[in-house]
């Protein structure tokens, strides 16, 4: 098997890792990589932290594993390898009639990876996470293949979902698809004015995709002031397609300097009229916004970005509140915030989904924004919230036992998974995630 050493980083370009990679491009060159020098899988590196990043070891890059095994058009039923790009599944069958039933904020993650951080999608309300959506994973292990199912090897199963890759390599999964009217969205947007109506607007929605962006600038009467935008998919006359953008360079630090920032949030709350506006857009445009503009991490500069990502509980609404007012307060804040409701569902033991409210939102890396962070990480666990580990990349090992009441438990299934320890990465090591048992 080739390997070849190189660095790479997550999504944020906060951290970053130099070991040995192979590409696998067949399921026997797979198992050969792994006899060589077993090593966690990783995908597009879409993760914002140090989730996929192993420095100094060995990783296994999935990404020419992602051919289509099979799909079965009366059940919905897709089999697919797992270094295939969830929006590429979208693309592929949405005119047929169906979508992965839940897909993130990037049409770039793997399967693996949506399965690995048991992803939630806009419609989490509803649909709950990737993982409920899974009929069967086909992992690798030891030099070894077993098929592990809600019914079969159900206690693996649920170690893997949102397990980051701890109990084995993902090669394929048979996925669920969810029917849908076809490969358009009509996407109704509404400004709210505050963060009580925000929280109403989302609890009231029926709409099957919800979400919100947040001014996460505004203070006092206008905090957590943003845009709903509700959508259903349908047929119709395809939009014109829109030009791709990239961001060719390292944006320079004034670029999203608090007055900045202040001024661009103003201008896109202004842009939906009072009334509101529902539009018609190719469904990657609702679903993955950001990708049609490539590597638009950059943005944020050469140190790159960390987002934080919570979720709290629904009593503890007004500790959300509270971070809303410290994050604006601070003017640390950049454009990219989002608040979104959750309903109950999740499917694995470290999974983060859980009924509440989620807040993220997204800082230029530095010392002061780490400060706040982790204020708000303590703020979190103190209402019983989480954090989105496929986005930290600062979280204190103390808090994570109090967020995932399962910890002990999946730490024991990937220990006896993986009792050498060779599918740990940067993060499992910084947050003691396998010493938990």
Request: glycine fraction near 12%.
């Amino acid at each position: 098997m080739l390997w070849k050493t190189l660095t790479y980083t997550g999504w944020g370009r906060v951290a970053e890792a130099t070991g040995p990679v192979a590409r696998p491009e067949r399921v026997s060159s797979l198992a050969a990589a792994l006899a060589d020098d077993a090593g966690p899988a990783i995908g597009n590196c879409r993760s914002y932290g140090d989730a996929c990043l192993n420095d100094g070891r060995s990783a296994i890059k999935m990404v020419r594993l992602d051919r289509m095994v099979g799909f079965d058009p009366e059940t919905g039923i897709l089999e697919v390898e797992a270094g295939m790009p969830v929006g590429e599944i979208a693309k592929i069958f949405a005119p047929q009639g169906w979508l992965p039933a839940v897909m993130p904020g990037t049409g770039f993650a793997t399967v693996g990876g949506c399965i690995a951080n048991d992803v939630h999608g806009k419609n989490h309300h509803g649909a709950g996470s990737f993982g409920q959506h899974v009929a069967e994973i086909t992992l690798m292990n030891g030099g070894k293949t077993q098929k592990v199912g809600p019914k079969k090897n159900a206690a693996l199963f649920k170690a893997t979902i949102g397990g980051l890759g701890q109990t084995g390599v993902i090669v394929s999964a048979k996925l669920q698809l969810l029917a849908c009217k076809g490969d358009l969205m009509t996407v109704t947007e509404r400004r709210i004015d505050g963060f009580d109506e925000f929280v109403e607007a989302l609890d009231g929605s029926e709409a099957t995709y919800t979400v919100g962006w947040i001014d996460a600038t505004a203070k006092g009467d206008a905090l957590g002031r943003g845009i709903l935008e509700e959508g259903e998919t349908g047929y119709g006359l395809v939009p014109a397609k829109k030009k791709s953008k990239s961001i060719p360079f390292n944006a320079p630090r004034f670029a999203l300097s608090t007055p900045v920032v202040k001024m661009f949030n103003t201008a896109y709350f202004r842009r939906v009229p009072e009334s509101g506006r529902t539009s018609v857009k190719p469904i990657q445009d609702f679903f993955f916004p950001l990708d049609a503009i490539h590597d638009w991490n950059k943005l944020y500069g050469k140190h790159g970005f960390i987002q934080f990502q919570c979720v709290v509980p629904p009593a503890q609404l007004d500790a959300l509140k509270r971070m809303l007012e410290k994050i604006a307060h601070s003017g640390l804040a950049s454009p990219l915030a989002v608040l979104k409701s959750m309903g109950s569902g999740s499917a694995g033991l470290m999974s983060f989904p859980m009924e509440g409210y989620t807040l993220a939102v997204d800082f230029r890396a530095g010392d002061k924004a780490t400060k706040l962070i982790g204020q708000l990480e303590a703020m979190t666990a103190e209402a019983g919230g989480r954090v989105y580990l496929a986005k930290d990349a600062t979280l204190q090992a103390k808090h994570l036992p109090s967020m995932y009441p399962n910890l002990a438990k999946f730490a024991a299934a990937a220990n006896k998974a993986d009792p050498e320890g060779h599918y740990e990465t940067d993060l499992t090591r910084r947050l003691k995630i396998r010493s938990a048992s």
